[in-house]
């Protein structure tokens, strides 16, 4: 079973800036996605960036030019940068790991345990 470990949650003031990091416990391909997941208080769960093959990028709309998704092949790793952070960013952030199909196994997605991000106004 594939583990995914995050880090770099907390509390922070609107305006400020946090770093998650997500660590793989497989080693990940080029052909895998990984991303970010957000979990807003009594909402569902939602894509908020993505990146597959350390060059495509996919991101929600309220997030652009605010957070930049970034891969580590080599680490097995995914980053989110997160800039000016802003209440509504407050959420649980899970960690997903889109494994592509290898040969005689088919695509199947991992998650983390999800770290808190807060922020206040």
């Known amino acids: 079973q594939v583990q995914l470990v995050e880090s770099g949650g907390g509390l922070v003031q609107a305006g400020g800036s946090l770093r998650l990091s997500c660590a793989a416990s497989?080693?990940?391909?080029?052909?895998?996605?990984m991303g970010w997941y957000r979990q807003a208080p009594g909402k569902q769960r939602e894509l908020v960036a993505s990146i597959t093959g350390g060059i495509r990028t996919n991101y929600v709309d309220d997030v652009k030019g605010r957070f930049t998704i970034s891969r580590d092949n080599a680490k097995n790793t995914v980053s989110l940068q997160i800039n000016s952070l802003k209440p509504e960013d407050t959420g649980v952030y899970y960690c997903?790991?889109?494994?592509?199909?290898?040969?005689?196994?088919?695509?199947?997605?991992?998650w983390g345990q999800g770290t808190q991000v807060t922020v206040s106004s």
């Open positions: 997903h790991y889109r494994r592509s199909p290898r040969i005689g196994v088919p695509e199947y997605d991992f």
């Open positions: 497989e080693t990940i391909f080029s052909t895998d996605t």
